[in-house]
DNA sequence: CTGTTAGCGCTTTCAG
DNA sequence: CTGAAAGCGCTAACAG
């Protein structure tokens, strides 16, 4: 028993004739160790946890993939508990890695408090933020700040002054920090080129969606003096831009350019000028940092930033 | 320890006053269950797992949006096997019930062989299907003979006659049989007409996507007297007729009538006439079945038929 | 109704 | 290098 078991866990300290022998009678036996078994005798759950908010939305579910084709190679099992009300994110922020028994913790696209974030630290689980970053904890994403300036920045290039900006809520309950961070970007470009960022030119949507995006836009587009341009905070809500366009009988990109953010799959079927980021590899990633993690625990948080690109299609085009 | 026991599993045989008195125990202490070793000597993986082909496509995820709402409340964890080959598909179908071990399997728009049920039957673990059925194992799903019927007769009703049909691959490694289900209905619905059912209008996509679709779309609208309605086998592929028809000039619904299936989230936003089946319920039904079987075996399979409903939106029209 | 006890099937010492 | 043996922390069967 006890040299199966060494077999099993590629043990060194086993003959190779043994070995073989062993296997042989595994194979024969058809024998699969019981993974109950496994967890309880060694301590380790072989569970990976992931906390996702909206795992339906395009952007975070092509991050899950990533994450899933990782970890389905690994030994690791994964849980995901999704989050869709405000409520359910602080639980299982707060629980988490206290009520059931992970290995560790991958948060998607949430970020956590100061006060979370020690709680998680001092969990003991390794925790990997994904599309997410705080000081205490590892994480990997990119830098939405130069993002929104490089989305900005195209439509600067491109002739526009009246670029409007609309985004989810800058203060959300769920504190995603993305919205933020785009208009942060959007305000530096805007100031590299001496143009007054003027909040009128801003609209926040109460809900991520297609819709009320549309709305969003329309109300910009109501505007005395309405933008020539619109940068959207997600390619989700480029398309309700598009929408309140064709709407209006508004010319895509000859009368409104529009630019997204995340280049999900159906931006390019929509021609849609964004701002493409690794989605699934992102996932990937964290989930290779957490394995790593939880391997050998690093001294310090590990932060990766990935690379943004401008992925220009038709959306936008020079201001007439 | 066995009465602490007794206490957590809810069995009926301990008094009022010592049930406090253990909760107040376990609150004080803070204590958690060790759910390895609750698996290990109860026997019970606590697990169940779910096959999905695809899980970031929209129609899948949301399925398994539903799936996820079910068990997150029960005290089963969900593992997700994610099939993106025909390998991982014969291989998932073939040996998840063996190697590793769960409580319970839900299989997502898979349909097994006669040989993969019948192995899956005899595994002993309960299997549902969903999306799918075989008359060995539980499933929850619609009739997608009467959704194809459905969709064509709509078309037939604004009096097209000249009506194409796109889809995936009718054989396809991973057995998807939707496409051949639906396209089963438009000839009965053509039949029912009085309309040939020319192969010609009919075209498959040799992979799912917008894309393909698109080609197939371009290929249709090539032909000497192109089809004035299409129906596509998925929303995804009414997008690609869409791109299609725009590409070439042509006014939807005026001068082309296109009608998808499934009515994801785009479809609302792209104002697309569609067959409405229900996603993420189907998921939550199906997970439903799946506890129930786990509860207490059914003497035979279960097939769960769910509703569908034509969705008129602003993709078809009179034929002119 | 409650305390005691024997496993569940592994991993991991510890001798040999 | 390889057997034997002691748990891991629960559940469930058994006495009391």
Redesign the interface.
């Known amino acids: 028993m006890g040299t199966v078991s060494r077999v099993l866990n590629q043990h060194p300290a086993v003959s190779e004739a043994t070995r073989a022998a062993v296997q042989e009678a595994i194979a024969s036996l058809n024998y699969?160790p019981?993974?109950?078994?496994r967890?309880?005798s060694s301590g380790r759950?072989l569970?990976i946890a992931i906390i996702v908010p909206f795992?339906?939305r395009?952007s975070f579910?092509?991050r899950?993939?990533g994450v899933?084709?990782v970890l389905?190679q690994s030994e690791y099992?994964?849980?995901?508990?999704?989050v869709e009300t405000p409520q359910q994110r602080d639980l299982y922020l707060h629980d988490l890695p206290?009520?059931?028994?992970f290995d560790g913790l991958l948060i998607l696209s949430l970020t956590p408090t100061d006060a979370e974030a020690e709680r998680l630290q001092q969990s003991g689980v390794p925790v990997v933020l994904i599309d997410a970053f705080h000081p205490l904890l590892h994480g990997v994403g990119v830098d939405d700040v130069a993002g929104g300036a490089l989305a900005t920045g195209h439509l600067i290039a491109l002739g526009h002054r009246d670029i409007g900006y609309i985004s989810d809520l800058i203060d959300c309950p769920y504190r995603f920090i993305a919205s933020r961070a785009r208009l942060q970007g959007y305000c530096q470009a805007l100031a590299a080129a001496q143009i007054p960022c003027d909040p009128r030119y801003q609209q926040e949507a109460t809900q991520h969606g297609?819709?009320e995006a549309?709305e969003a836009a329309r109300l910009l587009l109501d505007r005395p003096q309405p933008p020539t341009a619109v940068f959207a905070a997600s390619d989700t809500q480029a398309?309700?831009v598009l929408?309140a366009a064709r709407a209006r009988g508004l010319d895509v990109p000859a009368q409104l350019s529009v630019i997204g953010y995340d280049d999900i799959?159906?931006a390019?079927?929509w021609h849609l000028t964004t701002v493409h980021q690794p989605l699934s590899e992102s996932g990937a990633e964290g989930a290779r940092l957490l394995l790593a993690a939880m391997a050998a625990p690093f001294d310090s948080p590990r932060q990766i930033r990935q690379p943004l690109t401008l992925i220009q299609r038709q959306t936008t085009a020079p201001r007439v």
Chains 1, 2 share one sequence.
């Open positions: 699969t019981n993974p109950s078994a967890r309880l759950t569970t795992f339906t395009p579910v092509e899950l993939r899933v084709a389905n099992q994964l849980v995901i508990y999704n206290r009520r059931s028994r297609v819709r549309r398309f309700g929408q799959e159906m390019e079927f």
